[in-house]
């Protein structure tokens, strides 16, 4: 029954990544069908950024409230829905229209099944649920290439991720049973089930506060990476587009496969363990931005970001039930992932008016401040919890 509803959560995680490399990957020819000015995908990704993190903040309340496997059915319906609209529009409007339950139905899947795996599975299983959304992100772009490459319309490859997401969606309905007969062992250990937990006294509880700050620091570090590396590489090391290119999916590639490879490890190592031995590759990657070396030695830098972070964000979630509790987890984890993309929609961007009004040099120190922002968090917090 367990192994069942693994399998059936890194289809849902599959099904999460998806959507989420898409407008990148065909803006150019979403911006000439809808004839609207290049930076209109911005607008796009800010209103699918706040439906995710309304969603996030309030989804703790949601799965005290329904559980788990209903608010998982509905957030997939809600994805399905959206993807859908994008698929029957040509019209910009509409597509942010659509974008505002594309943005919270993600937002609460990511919390929902996060949440659960951590409380029900080891940490491998952590590690291995975000590999499987780096295949998501990957099969994504694949299918909109295969589709547009055949003369198909963007459109028509929505409509198609549209279809799988109803078609899991009501795979899920089936599940139900499965969701209910696991979700108890988690009720039996909260302290009053029938207590809500406000927003207000969850921030009053110790060492939340840090633990937010921690995913906005983490978020900023891995998504200022994945958007300006390309950048750096190219106006600061003399790369050419196409090898910066290459060099930011290197990036992506190592972290995919750095999840993958980290599940094994953590039979021998915990999770802060992981998150020191990442942050410690991490912290190498930045000096050898830093230093004056050849210009290979900055895409090995790149890459080793990427693999760095690749055991920390899976560690940081898989930590959260034993830091603050079972009966608290999923209240802690809705606000933890909306600092997670409160961070990542904020702070990369502002990277991008440094790099403009200084220079694309600092981008290796902006990464190391935030790298000893989250140490410092971190040996704060472990004293805490």
Known sequence: MTILLLILIYVAFISLGLPDTLIGAIWPAMQTDLNVPLMAA????????????????????????????KVLVFSVFLTAFALFGFSRTDSFEMLCFFAIPLGVGAGAVDVALNNFVAIHYKAKHMNWLHSFWGIGATLGPMIMALIMGQNGSWQKGYFIIATFQFVLAFILIFSLPLWRKLEPVAEKNEVDPKTKMSLKRLFQVRGVSLSILLFVGYATLEVTTGLWSGTYLVKKTGFTPEDAAWGVSLMFAFMTFGRFFSGFLT??????????????????????????????????????????????????????PKRFGIDLSKHVFGVQMAGFYIGALCLPPAFGIIADVLSIAYFPYFLMLFWVIIIYGFIRLDKIT
């Open 42 to 69: 911005g607008g796009l990704s800010v209103i699918t950024s706040l439906g995710t993190i309304f969603s996030s903040l309030f989804s703790g309340r949601l799965i005290h409230s329904f559980r788990t496997g």
């Open 267 to 320: 039979a021998k190592f915990s999770n802060r363990q992981m998150i020191r031995l990442g942050l410690s590759i991490v912290c190498l990657g930045a000096f050898l931005l830093i230093l004056p070396l050849p210009s290979t030695f900055d895409l090995i830098g790149v890459i080793c970001i990427g693999l760095g972070c690749a055991p920390v964000y899976p560690a940081m979630l898989h930590e959260t």
